[in-house]
């Protein structure tokens, strides 16, 4: 028997529902704040990472699924969404557009890490990417677009971290400052640790291992380093959120993973989801496109892990279908409701009714099964009133319309 690659998972029914639901929940969402969505490849050439995603990232030095085409080119599979997007930004030349720069984006991922619960080979991302704006008021912005999203998931108990890891002119020397300290004690970090003492220190922070932790405690942190640009960049930002009263922790280890990342970053947390605690996790980069040739314009993104995100999901977690079903008592009443789905389906309006059940109680269990929005009653008082009793099964609500007001209420919330 063959089998999946280990890391990889099939998405079966019915959990492929939940799946549908955050993907179509998530996609609602960016169009609501004017996001649009881009689809890039799901293998690029490999220098685009190695460049974007940076050299002395871990994503870059050991997770990259990387092999030789046929044509002799180094090609990989995208371990994140946002080099390739920033490549067809450029490639496109779509900041001549007059629309806003503002794209997400939602599909596999690949890393070669060491398998784990909430970890994988292959993975989904649910991204988003904002570029030519540099005021701080946009990563406020970013950032509740991720709060908004996860409370219409019904997703509750997540911790906000954010912190500021300083930009080009800031970084560099407190980068040396945090090197001498950290050499001070290479002998007790991990083997990791030792080679990001050169590399890139500031990813100290990022190892989970409890010595490393422990002393990166003690290690000086970017946030009483920051120019001046960054700190008020910074202060703006949390002035921001609080203006939109969105909590959240300042973390001063808080490093992120990939190189390109200047001024904020973000992460969500849940306790829920053990080890790999983190949901989504983003922030500014303002050179990456410069980095990549393209004009100086800054970015800044977030990608959530959908796995992840689906594991937090309430268990009740289903979402009303955009579905009238109406339940009929009587003859008459069944003619009036073919008339009436007639009626409603040339107004493009979803709804159906069932025949082979006479009864209204059952009736309207189906629709409860069927997972439909609203019922319509048409009984013998309906009939004569003309008027029918419109049930919102989400809320609980009932109305009595006629058919010109049932039309306008269902086009209304449908
Ligand atoms: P990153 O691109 O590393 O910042 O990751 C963003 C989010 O993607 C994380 O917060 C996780 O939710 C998710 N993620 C990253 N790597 C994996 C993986 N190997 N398996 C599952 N989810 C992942």
Not at 396 to 404: A, P, R, V, Y
Request: hydrophobic residues 35%; positive net charge.
């Amino acid at each position: 028997m063959i089998s999946s690659i280990k890391g990889t998972k099939d998405i079966l029914p019915p959990e492929v529902k939940k799946w549908q639901l955050i993907e179509k929940i998530a996609r609602e969402t960016f169009e609501l704040y004017g996001y649009k969505e881009i689809r890039t490849p799901i293998f690029e050439a490999t220098e685009l990472f190695e460049k974007g995603t940076g050299e002395t990232s871990e994503i870059v030095i050991k997770e990259m699924y990387t092999f030789i085409d046929k044509g002799g080119r180094s090609i990989t599979l995208r371990p994140e969404g946002t080099p390739g997007v920033v490549r067809a930004l450029i490639e496109h030349r779509l900041y001549l557009k007059s629309t806003p720069l503002r794209f997400y984006y939602i599909g596999p991922m690949f890393r070669y890490d060491k398998p784990q619960k909430g970890r994988y080979r292959q993975f989904h991302q649910i991204g988003l990417e904002v570029f030519g704006e540099e005021d701080p008021a946009i990563d406020a912005e970013v950032i509740e677009i991720v709060d908004f999203l996860l409370k219409r998931l019904g997703i509750s108990q997540i911790e906000i971290l954010i912190n500021s890891i300083g930009c080009k002119k800031c970084r560099p020397p407190y980068l040396e400052i945090l090197k001498v300290e950290a050499e001070k004690h290479k002998k007790e970090l991990c083997p990791d640790c030792q080679r990001k003492v050169y590399t890139n220190p500031l990813r100290i922070f990022d190892c989970k291992k409890e010595k490393c932790i422990n002393l990166a405690d003690n290690f000086p942190k970017i946030i009483d380093y920051l120019c001046n640009e960054c700190k008020e960049h910074f202060s703006k930002l949390k002035n921001y959120l609080n203006l939109y009263g969105i909590e959240y922790r300042v973390e001063p280890k808080l490093a992120r993973g990939l190189d390109y990342y200047t001024k904020t970053v973000f992460e969500f947390i849940s306790k829920k989801l053990g080890a790999q605690d983190a949901v989504l996790g983003g922030g500014r980069y303002d050179d990456l496109v410069k980095i990549f040739d393209g004009p100086s314009l800054p970015g800044i993104g977030f990608a959530i892990g959908a796995e992840r995100l689906i594991s937090l999901l309430p268990e009740e977690f289903e979402e009303k279908e955009d579905l009238l079903y109406i339940a009929y008592l009587g003859d008459e009443a069944k003619k009036e409701t073919l008339s009436i789905l007639r009626f409603l389906r040339k107004k493009n309006i979803k709804c159906i009714a069932e025949f082979k059940d006479k009864n209204l109680k059952n009736q309207l269990s189906r629709a409860n099964k069927l997972n439909a929005k609203w019922v319509l009653i048409i009984g013998e008082d309906e009939l004569r009133e003309k008027k029918y009793k419109l049930k919102d099964m989400e809320k609980g609500i009932q109305k009595e319309l006629n058919k010109e007001e049932l039309v306008e209420e269902l086009t209304k919330k449908l």
